[in-house]
């Protein structure tokens, strides 16, 4: 009674094309038909509730973790609004159309770039979901009670049609399969867009979809890659990386900092039903919390941990440097426009990797060269702690 009249206020206050519904446990535990509910709701309601869309995606906090989640809803939504396309291929296909499923753990400065890389070759990217709208920090000139910005219910509707479909993110690759299914849409799953093999191998599709050789500034955009790589090489050999993150982030992560010398000492993550895990390059990979984190980067002996914000305290207990990655980070201004992937995010996050260790280098002082010196001062100073105390 109570999730009909909040459809029903929705509906009147707002008029929104569209209404998602979340679980959080509760229901879960108490062994409710939440999905007979709804659709009961939608029959009965159907004269108030017509020309919204509405969905149901159980996500209990005690199932998989938020990348589960987040790849259930997106699946939810195509569910929903993608159908089965009928027209022959030839009328039905919008060649310059490819859809983007952006996963978890991209940020709006990551959507943003992606959708600038794409519509450089002449594309049109549909994205899903698309927070860059809404999650970038303005303000629209008018109060709004729904969520503004984002992908419109019309382009998801359409996303049958495109000439391809990008899934980022292993857990991302459920919703391309689907949209696969409905409309015969072919479709590649990257693992990673963080470095350089991976954005080759992106930035070689999106030519060949669109028949356009690889724009300049891409281009330029690569030979600053391979110089942030010859110049950051020197400082990620040998250094000793602790991860906690959730499983594409994990693997992400992991590749990057072992392809540019530095070893996976810790890898820990949220969930263990991902494929992702079983690429990760480190010798185990526990599931587990930010307890387990810090116990197991205390024992293996690190130089960085890389985590999300609540990792801070495990940085100042230990002394070893925190790099913020993934969610939540909300001890950083700015968090949302940061880059991380494509040849332009890989450079970034290489310059400032390298700078972070570059500092914790210890550097010689010539009386620290000189064992002789430190103990003759050693010894002067035992004699007046001597003189003085006589």
Known sequence: DNL???????KKRNNPKFIGICTTALVETRGEDMAGEV??????????????????????????????????????????????????????????RVNILAGSHLTVGDIELLRDTV?????????????????????PERWIAHSYGGTSVEAIREMGRSAYTVAIGEHMRRPAELIAERA??????????????PVDCFITLLAELSGRPVPVKIRRLRHQVTDAMLDGHFFFGGQRVAIAAEPDLLYTLSSFFTGLGAEIVTAVTTTGHSPALEKVPAAAVKVGDLGDFEDLAATAGCDLLVTNTHGR??????????IRVGFPIFDRVGAQYRRTILYEGTRDFICKVA???KDQIHHATPESLNPFLNRANTEKAHDRKALDTH
């Open 119 to 139: 519509e450089s070759f002449g594309l049109e990217p549909v994205i899903l979901p698309d927070i860059s709208g809404s999650l970038d920090g303005t303000m």
């Open 4 to 10: 009909e009249e909040a459809l029903l206020n929705v």
């Open 39 to 96: 659709a009961n709701i939608k029959r009965r309601r159907a004269e108030e509730l017509a020309g919204t869309e509405i969905t149901l995606v159980n996500t209990p906090d005690f199932d998989g973790a938020i990348e589960e989640g987040w790849s259930k809803a997106v699946t939810s939504v195509i569910d929903l609004l993608v159908k089965p396309v009928t027209l022959e291929a030839s009328k039905r296909i919008m060649p310059e």
């Open 313 to 322: 305290q495990a940085s100042e207990r230990l002394g070893v440097p925190l």
């Open 355 to 357: 700078n972070l260790f």
């Open 184 to 197: 015969d849409v072919p479709f590649k799953v990257f693992d990673t867009l963080m470095g350089l093999k």
